[in-house]
């Protein structure tokens, strides 16, 4: 039986593993925003908050990418897999979350989406009736810091 809120994940050919231990946050967000979509091929991105003390590589390194001057994406450089997503150090208390693709958990069925954000980015096509709140930008708590709406 895993440790309770410790969760293992990891991307398709294997190259990359990771562990993380979530801390007081629950939130769980399904992600609209332009970036997520061309960085994953998908429609959306869901990001699970976890502490970014609590959670390392434990197999393999995964390649970054700089998606903009506030935050760094990680992913296998092997598979393309969406590993996290993270607010650079400058950003402070808020980079002290790692934001963690669920689809690389090994157990996202553990996890559940708490809300969805960017939703001014969403495409018309797709619907959720989840009852979920829905910010048109970012979560209205990290949006508060205005290095963020540049
Ligand atoms: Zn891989
Ligand atoms: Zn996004």
Redesign the pocket.
Known sequence: MAEPGVHEG???????RYRGRLGESKTVTHCYCRMCRKVSGGTFLTWVEFPAKDFAYTK?QPRYFKSSEIAVRRF??????QFTYQYVPELESISESIWVAAGSLDRPDDIAPTDHIFTDNQLPWLHSDDGLPRWPGQLPWLHSDDRLSR
């Open positions: 990891g991307c398709l050919c294997g190259a990359v393999g296998c450089g092997s598979c393309g897999c």
